[in-house]
């Protein structure tokens, strides 16, 4: 897992929220082809972020803790 700075996390959210995306069923929906307007990063980043949500694990995600495991 790649960790993420909170003000990368912060700006590349809002940007995201910014397009009308902000439930968690529009982002689980989310496939990389649909970031067009997102840097490479910013999509890696949104993707980490929607395994965070799938796996019902955002805190973690935010704090930068490996969230792909239980623990």
């Not at 909170?6 to 995201?16: G, Q, V």
């Not at 949500?53 to 623990?71: D, P, S």
Request: hydrophobic share 35%; glycine share 6%; aromatic share 10%.
């Amino acid at each position: 897992m790649t960790t993420y700075k909170i003000n990368e996390i912060s700006k590349t959210l809002d940007k995201l929220f910014k397009t009308g995306i902000n439930t968690n069923k529009q982002i689980l929906k989310l496939e990389w082809q649909d970031l067009n307007d997102f840097t490479p990063l910013e999509k890696s980043l949104i993707m980490d972020f929607k395994t965070a949500v799938k796996n019902k694990k955002i805190i973690q995600f935010l704090a930068g803790v490996e969230y792909g495991r239980e623990g």
